[in-house]
C-alpha cells in the first residue's frame, strides 16, 4: 500500500479548486499527511505576424503579487489544524509548473480539480487537470467540480 506523506494540491482559486482542497485535507487528516497548495501564472504574450505584445514589469509584478496574495489567503484559511500545510508559487505554463514542484517536493499523489469544461470553452482554456494526468510521473487524483452548462 501506498504511503501519503506529501500532498501536492494545486490552485487556481475556484470553488473546484475548493473542492478539492477539502478532499485532500480529509484524506491527510486521516493518514497523517502534509500538504502543499501552489499556483502558477503565466505572463501573457500575444504574437502577432510583426512580433509580439508582452506584458510590462509593472504588470508582471502586479500578476505576481496578486497570485501571492491570493495563495497566501487560501493557505492562511487553512493553516492551524492537524495538517501541516506551505505553498509554492510559481510563474509558468501550470500543467508543466505541477509536475515540476511535484518532483522537487517527492509528492506522492496530485490531488487537482477539474472543470468539466467542454466545446469551445476547453478548446479555448485548455484543460491543466487532463494535461497533468497525461504527464505525470505520479498518481493523480482528479476531483470534479460543477460543470459548466
Same mark, same amino acid.
Given at each position: 500500500m501506498a504511503e501519503f506523506r506529501r500532498i501536492l494540491v494545486p490552485t487556481?482559486?475556484?470553488?473546484t479548486s475548493e473542492k478539492a482542497l477539502?478532499?485532500?485535507?480529509?484524506?491527510?487528516?486521516?493518514?497523517?499527511?502534509?500538504?502543499?497548495?501552489?499556483?502558477?501564472? *503565466? $505572463?501573457?504574450?500575444v504574437g502577432f505576424p510583426d512580433?509580439?505584445?508582452v506584458a510590462t514589469a509593472d504588470i508582471a509584478a502586479r500578476m505576481a503579487e496578486a497570485s501571492g496574495t491570493g495563495l497566501e489567503h487560501v493557505v492562511a484559511k487553512r493553516r492551524g489544524g492537524k495538517t501541516k500545510v506551505d505553498s509554492v508559487l510559481r510563474e509558468g505554463v501550470a500543467w508543466e509548473e505541477i509536475n515540476?514542484?511535484?518532483? *522537487? $517536493?517527492d509528492a506522492d499523489i496530485i490531488v487537482i480539480g477539474t472543470h468539466g469544461r467542454k466545446g469551445l470553452a476547453r478548446a479555448l482554456l485548455g484543460s491543466v487537470?487532463?494535461?497533468?494526468?497525461r504527464t505525470a510521473t505520479r498518481p493523480v487524483l482528479t476531483i470534479h467540480g460543477p460543470r459548466e452548462k
Open positions: 487556481d482559486f475556484t470553488d477539502d478532499w485532500a485535507f480529509a484524506l491527510a487528516e486521516r493518514l497523517g499527511s502534509a500538504i502543499t497548495v501552489m499556483h502558477s501564472y *503565466e $505572463i501573457p504574450i512580433g509580439a505584445l515540476k514542484v511535484a518532483d *522537487e $517536493i487537470a487532463e494535461n497533468v494526468v
